[in-house]
Each structure stands twice: as structure tokens, then as C-alpha cells.
């Protein structure tokens, strides 16, 4: 594979960071592709759940196998924010429009 170098931004719709969105998430095979390229393992971002149990309203609680790893939006986001220099990641940026001219994609933001 060869790589060829760009100029690149990042236009981030938060403020800072992902502040905390709700539940865990299940790590996937693409975003564990993804942390090798950047040298990061799928442990140091996540934790690795064996088990799960369920809490029937009616029954008794039953546990089972099911190993998989978890992580969080926050941590997940810096893990993959790392590696971009801070010149080129513009926070709190809303898209407004995007337009095609040919060969060329125009992204506009509401700050102009």
C-alpha cells in the first residue's frame, strides 16, 4: 500500500472532546484495525468483558458467556485524536453546505 502525503483538517462538531454520550461501546473489528495502524492496542482504550447477566423482572437472574471488548465514546475519541497535530483539528465547527464542482468538493461552515 503506498500512502501518499496531504494537507489535512478535522472539523469537529464538539466542543471539547465527546463529554460523556450515554453507555459503553462494543469495540469493532474496523476500529481495532484502525488503533494497530496508529500503534495503539484494542486493551489500552478498552476493558474486556467475559460475561453478561440478565435481571428478569420476573425469574431469576441468569448469567452467560459473552466476551467482548468495550470502551468509551471519550476515550475512543482521544485515542484516535492523538495523533493529529492540533493546528489541524477545528473544534466546534457546524457544516453548512457541501457543493460539487467537478472534480472539487467545497465544504462550507457556518463560521465561514
Request: hydrophobic share 40%; charged share 25%; aromatic share 6%.
Amino acid at each position: 500500500m503506498r500512502f501518499v502525503a496531504a494537507d489535512v483538517a478535522v472539523y469537529e462538531r464538539s466542543v471539547d472532546r465527546t463529554q460523556p454520550r450515554g453507555a459503553g461501546i462494543v469495540m469493532q473489528q474496523e476500529v481495532a484495525d484502525l488503533l494497530a495502524r496508529l500503534g495503539r492496542s484494542v486493551p489500552s482504550v478498552s476493558v474486556e468483558l467475559l460475561e453478561r447477566q440478565q435481571l428478569p423482572r420476573h425469574g431469576e437472574p441468569r448469567r452467560y458467556s459473552a466476551p467482548q471488548w468495550m470502551t468509551a465514546w471519550d476515550t475512543l475519541y482521544q485515542a484516535l485524536r492523538e495523533p493529529l497535530d492540533d493546528v489541524c483539528v477545528r473544534l466546534e465547527s457546524t457544516l453548512a453546505d457541501l457543493s460539487r464542482d467537478g472534480g472539487t468538493l467545497t465544504a462550507t461552515f457556518a463560521d465561514g
